[in-house]
């Protein structure tokens, strides 16, 4: 972590603007977890600052591309030739003048000019006060050349949705990601020692987010989901200690719900047997895929088992610290490599829920960083991956047993053509999906078998979700 997360005594005036010029020029860590982790760090400042950090630093980093365009028109020095600071600077300044309204055009420019100054670039001041007044004066003529510069969006992103999607589905997809994106929220059954219901904890919820001026509104999708919006830290809203709800895209909720899993116990008479259903659940972390199959099954009153597996030692621990506040007891949790078969699970599980490593061109809207990072020879990889971790999850299913895969990325060499190959070249059965969605969802692929969620489109992020059977008794 950067200096400026390290230390600031809570006495000294904190420069909202040098924060997130600090962050601008943080690499090597994400962009939601840095912004997680310099709230934390200022939590003391009043909501309404740590807002505009939060604004200024994403909106900075969502708009780069559109940024730059606009400053090379503007700037004899072109953003590729500028200092380094000197460049987020610029990006930060000319993001208030384009889209906050409630920062005047001149405390834009005359902040920027002190910020140079502070970072010891007192030379530039007067390049730094030209390009910034002169974008302000001409803000409201400027025109876009392309999609990419319009939505801030990679040329070649733009061109593989154009290709797989049309021209005017990738545009609302453009347009989708750079809209507000509430954080969801599933509300469930408290632990048998707590006796809030759901409905008080909701109502608990609601009060104290209104006490900070956030909201808290139901998803059209599911009844357990809501919306959150005016809050940096859920984990200190009433009741999330006890396990009353969990952080999860609605999205992700349906997967797990796309299962049936309910109907599945009764196809398979699990009700009046004996026999133990068994979940493994292969990429788990964080673990929310993993959590809402419990809290079905748990309804079900049935015998389960779920085991929850990733690589990831750190995932790991996160996943334990989720099923222990929710109260979930039946939970195995291990570090594995999806991709190493291993013998003693073959043949043995009635679910598994492959949710594999992925582009993550779906969640733009929330991780900005990357559409910046992610490269067409990187999705060449990771299709490969992919299907070593299906080959994996299908020699793990029982017969009948059901297959989840799921991504959170929109690009069918890693969606589409994975479903036709389990479907085609593994003998795996589609299982049709409308009974399990929101009547909103039943789109014309839903009965073959899968979804393709679209942001703009759906009121989610966008996910790729497929249920398909091992056939054979």
Same mark, same amino acid.
């Given at each position: 972590?950067?200096? &400026? =997360?390290?230390?600031?005594?809570?006495? !000294?005036?904190?420069? /909202?603007?040098?924060?997130?010029?600090?962050?601008?020029?943080?690499?090597?860590?994400?962009?939601?977890?840095?912004?997680?982790? =310099?709230?934390?760090?200022?939590?003391?400042?009043?909501?309404?600052?740590?807002?505009?950090?939060?604004?200024?630093?994403?909106?900075?980093?969502?708009?780069?591309?559109?940024?730059?365009?606009?400053?090379?028109?503007?700037?004899?020095?072109?953003?590729?030739?500028?200092?380094?600071?000197?460049?987020?600077? $610029?990006? &930060?300044?000319? *993001?208030?003048?384009? *889209?906050?309204?409630?920062?005047?055009? #001149?405390?834009?420019?005359?902040? #920027?000019?002190?910020?140079?100054?502070?970072?010891?670039?007192?030379?530039?001041?007067?390049?730094?006060?030209?390009?910034?007044?002169?974008?302000?004066?001409?803000?409201?003529?400027?025109?876009?050349?392309?999609?990419?510069?319009?939505?801030?969006?990679?040329?070649?992103?733009?061109?593989?949705?154009?290709? +797989?999607?049309?021209?005017?589905?990738?545009?609302?997809?453009?347009?989708?990601?750079?809209?507000?994106?509430?954080?969801?929220?599933?509300?469930?059954?408290?632990?048998?020692?707590?006796?809030?219901?759901?409905?008080?904890?909701?109502?608990? %919820?609601? !009060?104290?987010?209104?006490? /900070?001026?956030?909201?808290? #509104?139901?998803?059209?999708?599911?009844?357990?989901?809501?919306? @959150?919006?005016?809050?940096?830290?859920?984990?200190?809203?009433?009741?999330?200690?006890?396990?009353?709800? @969990?952080?999860?895209?609605?999205?992700? $909720?349906?997967?797990?719900?796309?299962?049936?899993?309910?109907?599945?116990?009764?196809?398979?008479?699990?009700?009046?047997?004996?026999?133990?259903? /068994?979940?493994?659940?292969?990429? #788990?972390?964080?673990?929310?895929?993993?959590?809402?199959?419990?809290?079905?099954?748990?309804?079900?009153?049935?015998?389960?088992?779920?085991?929850?597996?990733?690589?990831?030692?750190?995932?790991?621990?996160?996943?334990?610290?989720?099923?222990?506040?929710?109260?979930?007891?039946?939970?195995?949790? !291990?570090?594995?490599?999806?991709? =190493?078969?291993?013998?003693?699970?073959?043949?043995?599980?009635?679910?598994?829920?492959?949710?594999?490593?992925?582009?993550?061109?779906?969640?733009?809207?929330?991780?900005?960083?990357?559409?910046?990072? @992610?490269?067409?020879?990187?999705?060449?990889?990771? %299709?490969?991956?992919?299907? +070593?971790?299906?080959?994996?999850?299908?020699?793990?299913?029982?017969?009948?047993?059901?297959?989840?895969?799921?991504?959170?990325?929109?690009?069918?060499?890693?969606?589409?053509?994975?479903?036709?190959?389990?479907?085609?070249?593994?003998?795996?059965?589609?299982?049709?999906?409308?009974?399990?969605?929101?009547?909103?969802?039943?789109?014309?692929?839903? /009965?073959?078998? *899968? %979804?393709?969620?679209?942001?703009?489109?759906?009121?989610?992020?966008?996910?790729?979700?497929?249920?398909?059977?091992?056939?054979?008794?």
């Amino acid at each position: 972590m950067t200096e &400026m =997360v390290q230390g600031q005594n809570k006495t !000294q005036s904190t420069n /909202q603007r040098m924060i997130v010029l600090e962050m601008l020029l943080t690499e090597n860590v994400y962009s939601h977890i840095l912004v997680r982790d =310099v709230l934390k760090k200022y939590n003391y400042l009043p909501q309404q600052e740590k807002a505009f950090i939060k604004r200024l630093y994403e909106g900075t980093l969502e708009r780069q591309i559109e940024l730059d365009y606009v400053l090379d028109q503007y700037s004899k020095v072109k953003t590729d030739k500028m200092k380094r600071v000197i460049c987020a600077l $610029m990006r &930060m300044s000319v *993001y208030q003048i384009l *889209y906050m309204d409630a920062v005047p055009d #001149a405390a834009a420019c005359n902040e #920027a000019v002190k910020l140079a100054q502070k970072k010891g670039f007192t030379s530039l001041k007067g390049f730094v006060n030209g390009v910034l007044r002169n974008i302000a004066r001409n803000k409201g003529s400027i025109t876009y050349e392309s999609l990419s510069v319009k939505y801030s969006m990679p040329e070649w992103i733009v061109n593989l949705w154009t290709d +797989q999607l049309g021209a005017q589905t990738t545009e609302t997809v453009l347009a989708g990601l750079l809209k507000e994106h509430p954080v969801t929220v599933r509300f469930r059954k408290m632990p048998a020692q707590t006796d809030v219901d759901i409905a008080s904890a909701v109502s608990a %919820v609601q !009060q104290a987010l209104a006490a /900070q001026g956030g909201t808290m #509104a139901p998803h059209a999708y599911l009844s357990c989901a809501y919306s @959150v919006s005016g809050t940096d830290d859920i984990t200190r809203l009433p009741y999330y200690q006890d396990g009353a709800f @969990v952080v999860q895209d609605v999205s992700s $909720m349906l997967a797990v719900r796309a299962l049936g899993i309910e109907e599945y116990i009764e196809s398979r008479g699990l009700r009046d047997s004996k026999e133990t259903l /068994q979940v493994i659940d292969l990429c #788990a972390a964080p673990g929310g895929k993993s959590m809402i199959a419990a809290d079905i099954l748990e309804k079900c009153d049935v015998s389960y088992a779920i085991l929850s597996r990733d690589v990831s030692a750190d995932k790991i621990n996160r996943m334990i610290e989720n099923f222990d506040r929710c109260g979930l007891r039946q939970m195995t949790v !291990q570090a594995a490599d999806a991709t =190493v078969v291993e013998e003693q699970l073959v043949g043995t599980a009635d679910i598994v829920i492959a949710d594999v490593p992925c582009s993550g061109l779906g969640v733009i809207g929330k991780k900005r960083d990357i559409k910046y990072n @992610v490269t067409p020879n990187a999705i060449e990889a990771l %299709v490969v991956l992919q299907k +070593q971790i299906l080959t994996t999850a299908v020699r793990y299913l029982k017969p009948g047993g059901r297959l989840l895969f799921s991504t959170c990325t929109i690009d069918q060499s890693e969606n589409e053509q994975h479903f036709e190959w389990l479907r085609d070249k593994l003998a795996l059965k589609p299982m049709p999906l409308d009974a399990a969605l929101p009547d909103c969802l039943h789109t014309e692929t839903a /009965q073959k078998g *899968y %979804v393709q969620l679209l942001p703009g489109v759906h009121d989610a992020d966008g996910f790729f979700i497929s249920v398909l059977c091992k056939q054979g008794e």
